[in-house]
């Protein structure tokens, strides 16, 4: 079946736009994550959605930064006012609702942000 | 606060020759630790987590508490083992903290 699925791949924006980056997750995975990979730098964790609701937004960077997810599906990231320094890889991952322990969370291909 | 060290960028090694990738945690209760790997134009993927004690793809992974460290080993690297490998701890919450990464090279 499908994995998960990012868009854009790439996305060049200028310094001070906004961006949307969209994530399609497994079909029937409840949780969604975001992460940001900066170059030479490993994954953040930005947030984490459990159905609809965000019970983890501790590594949104900045009040720039915002996500929403509708239906137990599609999720987007938003980053208002671009800085330089958003430059980063965004992964998208989901994962299966699992009872107890570790639900192997799947990746997305990512979109590469450049802000100019 | 939960860390993951992963103190080599690159690690460089032979066909056949044996290969360590060192990860070092901080984390104050019992995490669960994962080794992710992502292949050359391919996406991340889980490689092994400690609580399977598996082995994979002739990799393996023991969690050593007292030294907090859940080091990658493969006693004969192969050439498709190039790669980025990314240690991740998960603590009380389903985010995982990831390293920085090694890249590994195997020549041939």
């Known amino acids: 079946g499908a994995g998960v699925s990012q868009s854009p791949s790439n996305k060049v924006t200028e310094k001070g736009k906004d961006v949307e980056l969209r994530c399609d997750p497994i079909?029937?995975?409840?949780?969604l994550y975001w992460y940001r990979q900066r170059l030479g730098q490993g994954l953040e964790f930005l947030i984490y959605?459990?159905?609809?609701?965000?019970?983890?937004k501790s590594g949104l960077p900045s009040d720039r930064f915002s996500a929403e997810r509708t239906g137990e599906s599609v999720s987007t990231l938003t980053i208002q006012r671009t800085q330089q320094e958003d430059s980063a890889v965004y992964l998208c991952?989901?994962?299966?609702?699992?009872?107890?322990?570790?639900?192997?969370?799947?990746f997305g291909p990512g979109t590469r942000l450049t802000v100019l | 606060a939960q860390r993951v060290t992963q103190p080599e960028k690159l690690l460089s090694v032979f066909k056949g020759a044996p290969v360590e990738l060192k990860c070092n945690y901080s984390y104050s209760g019992s995490p669960e630790l994962f080794w992710y790997v992502q292949y050359s134009r391919q996406r991340l993927q889980l490689l092994l987590r400690h609580i399977s004690r598996e082995s994979i793809k002739g990799f393996t992974a023991d969690l050593n508490k007292g030294e907090t460290s859940f080091h990658l080993k493969k006693p004969f690297a192969q050439e498709e083992d190039s790669a980025m490998y990314y240690c991740?701890?998960?603590?009380?919450?389903?985010?995982?903290?990831f390293g920085t990464g090694t890249r590994l090279q195997v020549f041939p």
């Open positions: 959605f459990q159905g609809n609701s965000a019970p983890d």
């Open positions: 079909s029937g995975h409840t949780a």
């Open positions: 991740a701890l998960q603590g009380n919450t389903d985010k995982l903290i």
């Open positions: 991952a989901s994962s299966a609702p699992l009872a107890g322990g570790y639900n192997e969370q799947f």
